[in-house]
């Protein structure tokens, strides 16, 4: 016994107090939005805490990995992440008319663990190359992200890619990416919008039409944004209090549990309650870009600064598609939407950021 | 490049990293910034807007279905009802949902294709929170069935609705009339009257007889639930309710029993009969025969039961005694008779001499009395009781036809009579102006002839024949024919009784009147034209035989019952009203094809007073289409 308490608590020691308390403060407020959410199912519910649980696990787990292993782990992540893509590409099975799945005895996305992979493998590149960083760095960078960008977009699934693309953009920002790259390159991408927009889908186009007019579509997928926006608006400045949404309980929010879930927060707590969800994230951003800045370490600096802006990034998208600015893109909230394979990979990028946050000394030595 | 030292490196490195942190916060917040100017603008300023939308999304107002109101005989039995029985319906839902759901119901019990079409008929018509009946009175088999699948049907509902029955079916089925689901016409006239609102959640309206002429009164006034509804359109919670008015009960002046006697005495013959309380114009029994099975109607009959209704040549939809339209023959001579001595054409006591037929001044053409040879020198109570046709023709010849026009339509030939029911026709009272406007040909004086035993142009209902007899039981008071006696208040149950609605008073002289009347009841006695048909009733009838030709007989030709096929034989006329002494009851029957008056049409008006007056039920009726005198 007084050795597997030793043991825990020598697990905690490796753990970052102020971004655990405010992961477990988000924590606390999903588990009572997912009641609410869905009309207090016992099965969501406790589903909901197990997933919490094993997220929260994994997360002790990799902030007591020093950031120089998980560093290592970068180029093969990405390396199988690849050949996944690849085999997706080649094997993988269609639905809903998009190639995303592979069957490996349950269903299986490669482009998640790219999430992860490609910004690990990003930043051991940088930090392998920092003392000669040159020009053709950034275009190998670059390469590294186009690669598995473009097989993503070819399932195709334009918002994961999207997704993708923002968080390799990010490490590629930190890592120092030259300011008139990044100016041209937007102004390249501006120009050749209505190329992009030549190549999208019928489905891709007529999201983006929906978002500028929900309406001409008000039974079909408008009414998505439809219903989540008049549940929004309706919350007022404080809520009709938790449990009383009656787009929530009355069935008009889709998804509500998972993506649409900002939607019953904001009729049950209001713009008050909004104020203190975005306060809480940017808290986090917050903290995790002090860790970057503190960071001894060019590899602990670009994560932690490109996993906080990542999930800032995913917080601005699911709430823009769920109040209507963002064309609807199948991204949960992040600590807040039901799910363990988001809430897994999250929290595994909060441990990474405690990792890096607490093995200065260690790393030093 | 290569004389730049490592450390002054990585302290720029560090720096220009700082920078791109704090740009990199500059992003954030630019983006928490949006996201909170979304919400204020959601939340704060267009709050009450999408309130109101969450409102509307979550109240709907489910209209409540007034019970219709009964019609009861003048004795309180029941003519129409209304009885509970399930529906199937279904919310409004998007149409892929919709057609997933009605596969699925049609798994589970039978949808006809019919019931299917008339199902997305109605979806298009109706409200947007309204279910939509899909299938009426259900099987308990059905709902059992439905209720153990209700989980995984969402918007389908089992709700009881009321149904009408009519217990007395087809002997009823012209008074009644049928109630039938709202079609796009009826729809469109409730919307001109305004009364759209009034009929949500109304499935049938009144389409013939009383339940089309007092629909209002019958339907009530619907009321509303406001309802807590989830999205799928279920009701989840009440939370205000404006209760219906149910419409009114109608007592009528009609007797069941009555009704069903007069119906069974014309056998399998054809035809009408009104019979009117002459002091209150109240109708007794209003008989068009052949019927049809009302309950048919209610929920859309079968093509094929439709197409054998409407094609058969006994024409069952057809209400005779409203909108049938036969000279008058003989029955006109009574009013024939007043117009003479009120006009001063006659006086009761001159004779006319009949040598069997009239003839005009210098023709030759011989107008034919209906008894071979004639009936010699005739006064005016015997030209009645016998009929004499010579009598009539040179006293319509005296009168002319534009005195014997305005006299005539004081008893109301030629006018609706106003009775409470729609459809009725006006008849036909010729005149010169009116031959001018039709036919652009001036009128001949053989027309007044002919007019004066009421054959030519004149056409009447047996509705207008018996509100005439009518008058001249009561003294000349023109009344209009009701059915309905009384309406039933719905809070209080208290009967409100209808007005008698009297048009005017017909100034009669009360010797004239006594001429005429006398003539009528010699007509029942020993020696008039229907004194068969009056044995042994121990009360006085006044009554007037007539005949209504269906074919024209040549000159000199004879008309012969036998060798014509039934039905181009003449139609049997017969007013009448008893107790002679003080009048309670007045009777026009006229039977298609029936051949004479006093043969096939006073036996049936006989039961219809032995009945009325005494209480006997007829024993077997078959009215004769014997050859015996007109």
Redesign the interface.
């Known amino acids: 016994m007084p050795r597997i308490s030793h043991w825990a608590l020598s697990g905690l020691r490796h753990v970052d107090g102020i971004l655990l308390t405010l992961v477990l403060l988000m924590l606390g407020i999903s588990l009572a939005v997912v009641t609410s959410a869905s009309g207090e199912s016992p099965a969501r519910i406790s589903g909901h805490l197990v997933n919490m649980g094993l997220a929260l696990l994994v997360m002790v787990m990799i902030a007591n990995v020093p950031p120089h292993l998980l560093s290592k782990a970068g180029p093969p992540l990405y390396v199988a992440g690849v050949v996944l893509l690849v085999g997706v590409a080649l094997f993988g099975e269609v639905r809903n008319g998009a190639r995303r799945w592979l069957n490996l005895g349950f269903a299986f996305q490669p482009s998640e663990l790219l999430k992860l992979a490609l910004p690990l493998m990003l930043a051991w590149y940088f930090h392998r190359n920092?003392?000669v960083l040159r020009a053709k760095h950034y275009l190998v960078g670059g390469v590294l992200l186009l690669v598995p960008f473009l097989l993503i977009l070819r399932q195709p699934d334009l918002g994961t890619a999207l997704m993708l693309g923002a968080s390799g953009f990010?490490l590629l920002?930190?890592a120092?990416l030259p300011w008139k790259v990044i100016v041209g390159g937007a102004a390249l991408g501006a120009a050749s919008l209505p190329v992009v927009w030549g190549f999208m889908h019928d489905y891709q186009q007529r999201r983006v039409l929906m978002l500028l007019d929900p309406s001409s579509d008000p039974?079909g997928a408008g009414y998505h944004i439809i219903?989540s926006?008049?549940?929004?608006?309706?919350?007022?400045?404080f809520g009709k209090g938790w449990m009383q949404g009656?787009?929530n309980q009355?069935?008009?929010i889709p998804e509500r549990t998972t993506d649409f879930i900002y939607a019953v927060f904001?009729?049950e707590f209001?713009?008050a309650g909004?104020?203190l969800l975005?306060g809480l994230?940017?808290a986090i951003?917050?903290r995790g870009?002090t860790i970057?800045?503190r960071a001894p370490t060019l590899f602990g600096?670009l994560m932690a600064?490109t996993l906080?802006?990542n999930l800032?990034?995913y917080?601005?998208v699911n709430?823009?598609m769920v109040?209507?600015?963002l064309p609807v893109v199948g991204v949960p909230l992040p600590l807040m939407s039901y799910g363990g394979t988001a809430l897994v990979t999250l929290l595994l990028g909060v441990g990474i950021m405690m990792s890096v946050a607490t093995h200065r000394q260690l790393n030093k030595s | 490049m290569p004389l730049a030292t490592?450390l002054k490196?990585l302290d720029r490195?560090l720096g220009?990293?700082?920078g791109?942190?704090k740009?990199?916060?500059a992003?954030?917040?630019l983006?928490?910034v949006?996201?909170?100017g979304?919400?204020?603008y959601?939340?704060?300023m267009?709050?009450e807007?999408?309130?109101q939308?969450?409102?509307n999304?979550?109240i709907s107002l489910v209209p409540v279905a007034p019970n219709r109101g009964l019609i009861l005989d003048r004795k309180g039995r029941i003519l129409a009802e209304n009885y509970s029985a399930y529906t199937l319906e279904l919310a409004r839902a998007?149409?892929r949902e919709l057609e997933a759901t009605l596969a699925e119901v049609g798994k589970l019990i039978k949808i006809t294709p019919g019931e299917l079409r008339s199902f997305r008929r109605l979806l298009a018509e109706s409200h947007e929170f309204e279910t939509v009946p899909l299938k009426s009175k259900l099987t308990d088999e059905e709902v059992a069935i439905l209720a153990a699948n209700h989980y995984r049907l969402p918007g389908v509902e089992v709700k009881a609705r009321l149904f009408r029955n009519y217990q007395a079916g087809a002997g009823m089925s012209h008074v009644v009339g049928f109630i039938g689901r709202i079609n796009d016409r009826d729809l469109k006239a409730l919307r001109e009257s305004g009364r759209e609102q009034n009929y949500r959640g109304t499935v049938h309206i009144g389409k013939t007889g009383l339940e089309q002429s007092y629909e209002t009164v019958l339907h009530g006034r619907t009321g509303f639930d406001q309802m807590?509804?989830?999205?799928?359109g279920r009701a989840?919670r009440a939370l205000s309710r404006i209760p219906p008015v149910p419409g009114k009960d109608l007592r009528l002046y009609l007797d069941r029993d009555l009704q069903a006697i007069a119906e069974q005495a014309f056998g399998d013959y054809t035809g009408g009969l009104v019979a009117l309380d002459p002091n209150t114009g109240g109708v007794l029994a209003l008989v068009s025969k052949p019927g049809f099975d009302p309950n048919l109607f209610i929920d859309g009959i079968d093509p094929e039961t439709w197409k054998a209704l409407n094609d058969s040549p006994e024409r069952p939809m057809v209400n005779r005694a409203l909108r049938g339209l036969y000279p008058p023959g003989s029955t006109i001579k009574p009013f024939m008779a007043l117009a003479g001595l009120e006009l001063g054409v006659r006086k009761p006591t001159d004779l006319t001499v009949d040598p069997g037929y009239f003839s005009l001044p210098n023709s030759t053409h011989q107008f034919r009395d209906w008894k071979h040879g004639g009936h010699g020198l005739v006064d005016m109570r015997r030209a009645i009781a016998q009929s004499c046709d010579t009598y009539f023709y040179k006293l319509a010849f005296d009168m002319g036809i534009d005195r014997m026009h305005d006299y005539l339509a004081k008893f109301g030939f030629g006018e609706k009579t106003g009775i409470d029911l729609d459809g009725e026709s006006p008849g036909l009272l010729p005149s010169r102006e009116w031959k001018q406007r039709r036919w652009k040909k001036e009128w001949y004086p053989g027309e007044t002839v002919i007019a004066g035993i009421g054959q030519g142009y004149h056409l009447a209902t047996p509705l207008q024949l018996a509100t005439a007899v009518a008058m001249i039981a009561n003294g000349g008071k023109r009344i209009e024919p009701r059915l309905v006696q009384a309406m039933r208040d719905p809070f209080t149950h208290a009967w409100q009784p209808q007005p008698v609605a009297v048009r005017g008073q017909l100034a009669i002289k009360p010797e004239d009147l006594a001429v005429i009347r006398q003539g009528m009841i010699d007509t029942m006695r020993p020696g008039g034209t229907a004194a068969a048909a009056a044995a042994g009733a121990p009360y006085t009838i006044a009554g007037k035989t007539g005949t209504a030709q269906v074919v024209g007989i040549k000159q000199g030709a004879r008309y012969d019952a036998a060798t014509l096929s039934r039905k181009n034989r003449d139609h049997a006329l017969f007013i009448a009203y008893a107790p002679a002494e003080n009048p309670t009851i007045a009777v026009a029957v006229l039977v298609e094809n029936g051949g004479h008056g006093g043969s096939a049409a006073a036996p049936i008006a006989r039961a219809v007073f032995d009945y009325y007056l005494t209480g006997k039920r007829p024993g077997k009726i078959q009215p004769e289409g014997s050859d015996a005198s007109d």
């Open positions: 920092e003392a990010y920002f930190f120092g039974l219903q926006t008049i549940a929004i608006g309706s919350g007022g400045l009656t787009q009355l069935d008009f904001g009729e209001g713009y909004a104020i975005v994230y940017l951003v917050a870009l970057a800045a600096r600064a906080s802006l800032f990034t917080v601005f709430m823009g109040s209507g600015i | 490592p490196n490195e220009r990293f700082h791109r942190i740009a990199g916060a992003f954030v917040a983006l928490a949006a996201l909170l979304r919400g204020f959601l939340q704060i267009q709050n807007y999408y309130n939308r969450a409102e999304n979550r998007q149409p807590e509804t989830d999205a799928s989840v």
